[in-house]
């Protein structure tokens, strides 16, 4: 069974830097064909997609974002880490980890709850 | 970029109608094209994947077909459960992914 939680802040500065995990379980991210994505959607809003990694290290990068996003993967511990710097009020939304299928039509295919970050002063 | 334009934005309909939702790529994406749900407060849920791939446990009155850049999601049979908010998503570039900015199915 797959699973896979966000942990990290919910509250952040604007200009600080977010840094957010995902630890999930039932996979591992050194078997081929799996990556982990991040997806964020503020409120009212649709997803959008900002980043993934994949088994082989390879990375996909949002590019209105590309400059202030970092994506990494411990495969040891299960966790993928997502570093989003100088954030701002606009950057307020629930920000959800997926695994990502790759195998098949890259999908995401399993999905944590997510956590909702605000941005604020 | 690859944009991806999902019509209508809104839709309303009833108990046991039958719905079509469309989604339209700025360039070919060939069958790199999913499908999700999305209820209130809740993750998103995959249903479609490959443009007529349903995921398993989906029920069957979810179908998805398309190719190139139109695709469309039809529910065969709308169930009280099925009104929520629908995505698509391109993962033609596996360097980039897109979602559509969704569509709202509410009950009439």
């Known amino acids: 069974q797959i699973t896979l939680q966000e942990s990290g802040p919910t509250l952040v500065k604007p200009t600080q830097t977010l840094t957010l995990t995902c630890t999930f379980s039932?996979?591992?991210?050194?078997?081929?064909?799996?990556?982990v994505g991040w997806i964020r959607q503020s409120p009212g809003k649709a997803l959008e997609w900002l980043t993934h990694i994949y088994w082989n290290d390879n990375k996909g990068y949002s590019p209105s974002l590309m400059s202030r996003l970092t994506i990494t993967k411990d495969t040891s511990k299960n966790q993928v880490v997502l570093i989003m710097t100088n954030m701002d009020p606009v950057d307020t939304a629930t920000y959800y980890c997926?695994?990502?299928?790759?195998?098949?039509?890259?999908?995401?295919?399993?999905w944590g709850r997510g956590t909702l970050v605000t941005v604020s002063s | 970029d690859i944009q991806m334009t999902q019509s209508p934005s809104s839709l309303s309909a009833s108990v046991g109608d039958r719905v079509t939702i469309t989604c339209r790529a700025s360039?070919?994406?060939?069958?790199?094209l999913n499908w999700y749900q999305q209820k209130p407060g809740k993750a998103p849920n995959l249903l479609i994947y490959?443009?007529?791939n349903l995921q398993s446990g989906v029920p069957s009155r979810f179908s998805g077909s398309g190719s190139g850049t139109d695709f469309s999601l039809t529910i065969g049979s709308l169930q009280p459960e099925d009104f929520a908010t629908y995505y698509c998503q391109q993962s033609y570039s596996n360097v980039m992914y897109t979602f559509g900015q969704g569509t709202k199915l509410e009950i009439k």
């Open positions: 490959g443009a007529t």
């Open positions: 997926a695994h990502l299928r790759a195998s098949r039509s890259y999908e995401f295919d399993y």
């Open positions: 039932g996979f591992s991210l050194s078997s081929s064909g799996v990556g």
């Open positions: 360039q070919s994406i060939s069958s790199y």
